[in-house]
């Protein structure tokens, strides 16, 4: 007799869609993650795959994990992994080089022999940490490779397993730092690399084309947004106000002049703490709030 703990990993089902791995083998229907308004389910149905059939040579299209250093500079301490082509949400993740260990921020689902190598000569995995359950993936398979473990916000135990508080130092001494805001999850969260004034949005603060474009030395005029605030960004549903305030709340502490999103492409410089204040200012602005207290805020 088989138990669900003799299943090898590689054939546990993945949702076709979100990317999220569950643990039986069995997958639940609909699956969770999709069914939750924030997400959706597809026209086509509910699938589910597997790492192993994701892996095999028969696969179509073949899949690549791309690892490569941040914006291209060799002497980083910021590297970015993307699957190409797009596979399911298609987030990146980012592998963190301290000399207190590596650390994974967010997960993708696919995983193969080529990844691991490449990450291993790198120095491996110390710590996984993930902004919330969008990007669970295939997390546990990896935990158990680089056999770290995996810090996710408690108040989304509903989805998995848990950090307490409002701030966790993923390796102690490392400076890089799990601020949870809330928002688009009750445990959203994201991720300040304090010494290299870099912070890691995921989607919990959200990206947007006015952000990363560039606007010469006239700069941007004034109302133009770097960024947006999503309970829901598939299905285009905001963040109420105290929300939005809340995250700059969570974060107002923070020193950063660099961010990066969850998506390639999704990088901003200069400047970046304002343009998040500024930009949560347009947004509750936008949805009538004139008075609403978060337009008394300041960064200092």
Not at 10 to 36: A, K, N, V
Not at 122 to 134: K, R, V
Not at 141 to 155: G, K, R, T
């Amino acid at each position: 007799m088989t138990s669900d703990k003799d299943i090898d990993p590689l054939d546990l089902p993945i949702c076709t869609t979100c990317g999220t791995q569950f643990s039986t083998p069995t997958p639940p229907t609909p699956c969770p993650i999709c069914d939750d308004p924030r997400q959706y389910l597809p026209p086509s149905g509910q699938d589910y795959t597997t790492l192993r059939a994701l892996r095999a040579p028969t696969h179509e299209p073949p899949l690549k994990n791309i690892l490569a250093p941040l914006n291209n500079n060799t002497n980083t301490k910021i590297y970015t992994l993307h699957t190409t082509p797009k596979h399911c949400i298609g987030q990146r993740a980012f592998l963190l080089l301290t000399p207190h260990g590596n650390i994974l921020w967010d997960c993708i689902p696919y995983l193969d022999d080529d990844t691991i190598t490449q990450i291993k000569a790198l120095g491996g995995i110390s710590a996984i940490i993930i902004s919330h359950p969008h990007y669970y993936a295939t997390h546990l398979v990896w935990a158990e490779v680089f056999n770290c473990p995996v810090y996710l916000s408690v108040e989304d135990r509903e989805w998995q397993i848990f950090w307490e508080g409002k701030e966790v130092e993923v390796l102690p001494g490392s400076g890089v730092i799990g601020v949870k805001t809330g928002g688009h999850f009750p445990g959203s969260s994201v991720l300040w690399w304090k010494d290299e004034g870099v912070m890691f949005l995921a989607d919990t603060i959200g990206t947007i084309p006015s952000g990363v474009g560039d606007y010469g030395s006239r700069g941007r005029r004034e109302g133009t947004a770097s960024y947006t605030f999503m309970w829901s960004y598939p299905n285009m549903i905001p963040l109420p106000p105290d929300e939005v305030h809340g995250i700059w709340k969570a974060i107002k502490h923070t020193e950063f002049d660099r961010a990066y999103g969850a998506f390639m492409g999704m990088d901003t410089v200069g400047n970046c703490k304002k343009r998040v204040l500024d930009s949560a200012k347009i947004f509750v602005r936008a949805m009538g709030f004139l008075d609403h207290a978060i337009h008394e805020e300041d960064c200092a």
